[in-house]
Each structure stands twice: as C-alpha cells, then as structure tokens.
C-alpha cells in the first residue's frame, strides 16, 4: 500500500488488530481502565438525578421546611459524594491511559529500533534515515494517540452515550423518544463532515509531506543553493507549496467551522423542543421541573460524544497510515540472517578464500540486469598472516569486497570462506567482533573521546585505552585538548580534522583487538602525507601476525604488503608484488603511472 492510498482508509481492521497486540500484555491495566470508564460514566450521569432530587423534593417542594432542607443537605452531601468517586476515577482513568500509552511507545519504538539494527547494509541504501526516523518518532506516536485517544475515547464516549441514553429511558421513556427524533439528523451530519474532513485532512498531510520534503532538500543543498544563486528561485518553489498547505489547513477550519456550530445548534434544538413538550407536561402537572431540568442536562450530555465522533475518524485515519508504515517496516524480510545452528566464533586463523563470487545491490529474489552486477565471478585465497591490498578505479568493487567478508552482504553466487567455512555458517555478531574495520569516513559518535574508543565497553579503562592511542600515535593531540580523553566530541565528531578522526578509528579498531583479521577500507586516503606516514607506521606493527586487507587510493601506501589484488569493472584482472604488477606493464602499471603523473 502507498501512502496516498493508506490516507484514504479511515479504519482497517487488520492494522487494528496488529495494534491491539502491543496492548494484551497490559490487559490488566485495560481491564481496570474499562472498570473506571464504567465508575466515572454512573457519576456523571448521577449529577442530574441528584440536580432532580433536589429540585423537586427541597426547592419546589410543598413540605415541611425541616424536611426540604434535610432534603437539599442530602443532595448536597450526594452530589459531593458522587463528585468526589468521580475524581478518584477519572484521576485513575486518565493515569493508567497514560501509562499503557508510554508502554506501548516504549515497546513499539524498542522493536523497530531492533528490527533497523537487524537489517543489511542494503536496506539503508534504498531507505532514507528521514523515513526510519520519522517511523519511530511520529507513527509511532500517532498509534499511541490511536489507542489513547481514538480506541479508549471511543469506548469513553459510548459509555458515556448508553449511559446517558439508559437514564433517560429509565426516567421518562415517552420525553427520551421526543429528544431521539433530532438523533438521526445528526449522525446524517456527522458521515457527512467527518467524509468531508477526511478528505481534507488527507490533502493536509500529503501536502504537509511534500513541504517537509522541500525544506530538507533545501537545508540539505543550501550551499548548493547559495553557490548558483538560486534563492529566489528556491523560495518561490518553496512559497508555493506552503501556500498549498495553508489552503489545505484552510479547508479544515471551513468544515470544523460549519461542523461545530451546526451540531451546536441541534442540541439548542433538541433543548427547545424538550422546553417545548415537557414545559407542556410541567404546566399540566404531568411532569416534574426537577426532571425537566435533568432531561436538559442529559441532552447536552448526549450530543457531546456525538460531536467528538468526527475527530475520532480522522484520528483513526491518521493512526491507520502510520500503521500501515510502521508495520511494512517491521515486516521487511531481514535478508541477511543467521542460519539455523550457526557456529560461534572462537578463533579465526584468518584464511580467506572467494570462489567464483557474484554480487549485486539488488533486493532478494530480484534478479540482477547485466549492467547492475558489482562483482562477476571473483575467486582467489589469503594466507594466515598475509597483507594484501585491493587496488582499482572507483567502483571497480574492492570495498564490495570488504562488505562480503564482514557478511554485510551475501553474494547471489559463490562463496565467502573463512578458515574453510562459508560466512553464512558463523553468528554474525561474533563474526564482526573478529573484525576490525576503519572505514574512509570514519563515524563518531556524539560523546567523550574515551567513550568513542571504548564504545562503553567497561573492560576497556583509561590505561589501556592510553596505552593503545600512543601505539597508534593519536595520543599526542589527545593529549593537547583542554580535558584530552574526557574531550566531548560534537555530532560525527565535528571539530576534528579528518586525520584525527582517522586517528582514532584505527585506534578503535585496534583497542578492541580483533582476533586475527584487520580490515582497512581507504583509511589513508584524506590524511595529509606526515600524519599518513605516523599511521602507516601504526599499521605495519598492528597488522603484523594478522591476515590484513588493505583498501588505499596511494599506491605508494601499499608497497609493503604480500600482495595486491586489481580490480576492473567488478572482475580481479592482476594479482601479484608491487614490483611485479610494475614489471607487467598491466592495469596496475598504468595506474600507478597516472597517479605518479600526477
């Protein structure tokens, strides 16, 4: 289901139950939630039997002045009592929605940070952080509101409405029939506006949707923007889509603004026609004031949940869509998981071997055009202990390369070994924790220094972290900020040069000491020549005893290791020493020639 189509479905079924399902674990509060509704909707309606009593047995009564007056403290001390039972339920009522709302919140956004946690690297290139973000955020809470404020208002109001509907029967049965009469009206009223506002309020939120859109690409592209000044241009696009959402808020208003008053306007109506007849019966000494004027305050009663029907719908509607997007979320096949039984990672020699690898960044069970394979038919086999570097034009797939090791991937064809077994056999957690990766753009998290290399892990304390940054040679800058490894560090480490948050990848990567296999993807590749040699030399001792693959645009960087492997267009074209790729005259002597031109 697209997102037009979901906004144009006021209730289903199925998302509704889906929906209750995060409540049945919390049935007890439910249940005692239901039991206050019942308690707080006896109080109300006890008010107006109360205003009767008095009306009719102290005020306007002809008895004893002794007897009215031990008649109106009766009703005094009811209507205090009932007032006062009526807090105590609805204080209960109004806390235990509450919290079954927070729980609910709590669980929802718990499992779908869970499930985004579990997805491949694949879903996060096809889906924006925007969209994940605004699942857990405002879906999320338009559920609870659903549950909340749509299921218990609902089942509020119509406790509300029996009630009200059960009294007046009970009182006067032949006054209830005249006031039903203007019931059928308004319901005709309430489809009508509620199917008028839905319409409006779904043009609304598509509307608003596109205005979000535009002022993220905006604040995303503003130096874009700025640098072919197009600010003029932008801001009337911009102005163009507020406007259409103003018109739409607009319409909302025009149909809250007839809808309102004219449901207003039937219960003074349904009020003079009751003043009308039973005023009739009152002067004919068939009906009594006090229950006249407890039939009026039953009939505003009564119009009351009638008129909070339309607001109901539309925040069903609203629920029905976030619903629908939060569930497809959650029901996303996982296409990269655990097999049954799969083996636990206790040591890893570091043998690494592709046979006849395919792979292509396309969802599961779609099969891949020609032009859309990444790698085709890739084999060849690290040694224990071995470095080698992957070299290659951009794109060419040497980080597809890294992906399928760290099985943030799974080839369509082929097989990943290590040490003889096919990745898909181990736990993946345990596969990664064998790892080490520093990536080209390394991520930093908002947070201490010590925090980042740590990672909260609280065997790792401030000596080792120490011992290990000066290994590496990021304890010297370290250790010239103001509050050095206590140094807050903003969002992606800004503040940092890239060579400092290079620094401190690799420093991670080592501190949490993988155990066999290194992997650096571009590591070297923005850091200016003195800081590249002081990580070159950290590499060479971090990487020694250790199956490494080494991913760099400097070929200069790469003269040391084992051997390179070069990659073309997704295929392995050379393999071989620095010296002897040099002496082929191949593709690797050609770009390392360019390079050196340059």
């Given at each position: 289901?697209?997102?037009?189509?979901a906004?144009?479905?006021?209730?289903?079924?199925r998302?509704?139950?889906?929906?209750?399902?995060?409540?049945v674990?919390?049935w007890?509060a439910v249940a005692?939630?239901?039991?206050?509704?019942?308690?707080?909707?006896?109080?109300?309606?006890l008010?107006?039997?109360?205003?009767?009593?008095?009306i009719?047995?102290?005020?306007?009564?002809?008895?004893?002045?002794?007897?009215?007056?031990?008649n109106?403290?009766?009703a005094?001390?009811?209507?205090?009592?009932?007032?006062l039972?009526?807090?105590?339920?609805?204080?209960?009522?109004?806390y235990?929605?509450?919290?079954?709302g927070q729980?609910?919140?709590?669980d929802?956004?718990?499992e779908?940070?869970?499930?985004?946690?579990r997805?491949?690297?694949?879903?996060?290139d096809r889906?924006?952080?925007?969209?994940?973000?605004?699942?857990?955020?405002?879906?999320?809470?338009?559920?609870n509101q659903?549950v909340?404020g749509?299921?218990?208002?609902?089942?509020?109001?119509a406790?509300?409405l029996?009630g009200v509907l059960?009294?007046?029967?009970?009182?006067?049965?032949?006054?209830?029939?005249?006031?039903f009469?203007?019931?059928?009206?308004?319901?005709?009223?309430t489809?009508?506006?509620q199917?008028?506002?839905r319409?409006?309020?779904?043009?609304?939120?598509?509307?608003?949707s596109?205005?979000n859109?535009?002022?993220n690409?905006?604040?995303?592209?503003?130096r874009?923007?700025?640098?072919?000044?197009?600010?003029?241009?932008?801001?009337?696009?911009?102005?163009?889509l507020?406007?259409?959402?103003?018109?739409?808020h607009?319409?909302i208003i025009?149909?809250?603004a007839?809808?309102?008053p004219?449901?207003?306007?039937?219960g003074?109506?349904a009020?003079?026609?009751?003043?009308?007849y039973?005023g009739?019966?009152?002067?004919?000494?068939?009906?009594?004031?006090?229950?006249?004027v407890?039939?009026?305050?039953?009939?505003?009663?009564?119009?009351r949940?009638l008129?909070?029907?339309?607001?109901?719908?539309?925040?069903?509607?609203?629920?029905?869509a976030?619903?629908?997007?939060?569930?497809?979320?959650l029901?996303?096949p996982?296409?990269?998981q655990?097999?049954?039984?799969?083996?636990?990672?206790?040591?890893?020699?570091?043998?690494i071997?592709?046979?006849?690898?395919?792979?292509?960044y396309?969802?599961?069970?779609?099969?891949?055009?020609?032009?859309?394979w990444?790698l085709?038919?890739?084999?060849?086999?690290?040694?224990?202990g071995?470095?080698?570097?992957?070299?290659?034009?951009?794109?060419?797939?040497?980080?597809?390369?890294?992906?399928?090791?760290?099985?943030?991937?799974?080839?369509?064809k082929?097989?990943v070994?290590?040490?003889?077994?096919d990745?898909r056999d181990?736990?993946?957690r345990e596969?990664?924790?064998?790892?080490?990766?520093?990536?080209?753009?390394?991520?930093?998290?908002?947070g201490t220094?010590e925090?980042?290399?740590?990672?909260?892990?609280?065997?790792?304390?401030?000596?080792?972290?120490r011992e290990?940054?000066?290994?590496?040679?990021a304890?010297?800058f370290?250790?010239?900020?103001p509050?050095?490894?206590?140094?807050?560090?903003?969002?992606?480490?800004?503040?940092?040069?890239?060579?400092?948050?290079q620094?401190?990848a690799?420093?991670?990567?080592?501190?949490h000491?993988?155990?066999?296999?290194?992997i650096?993807?571009?590591?070297?590749?923005?850091?200016?020549?003195e800081?590249?040699?002081?990580?070159?030399?950290?590499l060479?001792?971090?990487?020694?005893?250790r199956?490494?693959?080494?991913?760099a645009?400097?070929?200069?960087?790469?003269r040391g290791?084992?051997r390179?492997?070069?990659?073309?267009?997704?295929?392995?074209?050379e393999?071989?020493?620095h010296?002897?790729?040099?002496?082929q005259g191949?593709?690797?002597?050609?770009l390392y020639a360019?390079?050196?031109?340059?």
């Amino acid at each position: 289901m697209i997102e037009e189509d979901a906004y144009r479905k006021a209730f289903d079924s199925r998302l509704a139950r889906r929906i209750l399902g995060y409540v049945v674990p919390y049935w007890k509060a439910v249940a005692a939630t239901v039991l206050l509704l019942l308690v707080t909707t006896v109080s109300q309606n006890l008010f107006p039997v109360i205003l009767s009593f008095a009306i009719n047995r102290a005020l306007v009564a002809r008895a004893p002045i002794a007897l009215r007056e031990h008649n109106l403290w009766l009703a005094i001390w009811a209507f205090l009592a009932v007032r006062l039972i009526g807090f105590g339920a609805q204080y209960g009522q109004t806390y235990l929605i509450a919290w079954l709302g927070q729980r609910i919140l709590f669980d929802l956004r718990g499992e779908i940070f869970s499930k985004i946690q579990r997805m491949h690297l694949g879903f996060f290139d096809r889906t924006p952080v925007g969209r994940l973000l605004t699942r857990v955020t405002s879906d999320v809470q338009a559920i609870n509101q659903f549950v909340t404020g749509g299921l218990v208002g609902l089942l509020s109001d119509a406790f509300l409405l029996l009630g009200v509907l059960s009294f007046m029967l009970i009182l006067d049965w032949k006054l209830s029939l005249v006031i039903f009469t203007l019931i059928p009206p308004l319901l005709w009223l309430t489809i009508l506006m509620q199917r008028k506002m839905r319409a409006a309020y779904r043009t609304m939120r598509l509307r608003l949707s596109r205005v979000n859109a535009a002022l993220n690409e905006n604040l995303s592209g503003v130096r874009t923007t700025q640098l072919f000044h197009q600010e003029a241009r932008q801001s009337t696009r911009f102005d163009r889509l507020n406007k259409e959402l103003r018109d739409a808020h607009v319409e909302i208003i025009h149909w809250i603004a007839v809808f309102y008053p004219l449901v207003g306007f039937l219960g003074e109506a349904a009020v003079a026609l009751l003043v009308w007849y039973g005023g009739g019966q009152v002067v004919q000494h068939t009906l009594s004031i006090g229950l006249l004027v407890a039939f009026t305050q039953y009939t505003s009663s009564m119009f009351r949940p009638l008129q909070d029907l339309a607001d109901k719908f539309n925040l069903f509607q609203g629920a029905m869509a976030s619903a629908e997007r939060v569930f497809t979320l959650l029901d996303t096949p996982e296409e990269v998981q655990d097999r049954e039984g799969a083996l636990p990672v206790t040591h890893f020699r570091g043998d690494i071997t592709f046979e006849n690898v395919w792979l292509a960044y396309t969802p599961r069970g779609v099969e891949p055009r020609e032009e859309e394979w990444v790698l085709r038919g890739i084999s060849f086999h690290i040694q224990p202990g071995e470095k080698v570097a992957l070299v290659g034009a951009t794109g060419a797939g040497k980080t597809s390369v890294i992906s399928l090791i760290a099985r943030f991937y799974d080839p369509q064809k082929g097989r990943v070994l290590i040490d003889g077994r096919d990745v898909r056999d181990y736990r993946q957690r345990e596969l990664r924790r064998a790892i080490g990766i520093v990536l080209q753009d390394p991520f930093l998290f908002s947070g201490t220094i010590e925090y980042n290399l740590s990672l909260g892990d609280p065997s790792l304390d401030l000596e080792r972290i120490r011992e290990v940054a000066e290994f590496v040679g990021a304890a010297e800058f370290i250790e010239k900020l103001p509050l050095g490894y206590q140094t807050p560090l903003h969002e992606r480490g800004g503040g940092l040069s890239t060579g400092q948050k290079q620094l401190l990848a690799l420093t991670r990567a080592i501190l949490h000491n993988p155990d066999i296999l290194l992997i650096l993807d571009e590591a070297t590749s923005n850091i200016d020549s003195e800081t590249e040699v002081q990580i070159q030399e950290a590499l060479w001792r971090v990487t020694e005893g250790r199956t490494s693959v080494i991913i760099a645009h400097r070929l200069s960087t790469i003269r040391g290791v084992d051997r390179i492997l070069v990659f073309r267009k997704g295929q392995l074209v050379e393999e071989g020493t620095h010296e002897a790729l040099l002496a082929q005259g191949g593709y690797y002597s050609k770009l390392y020639a360019l390079q050196y031109a340059e």
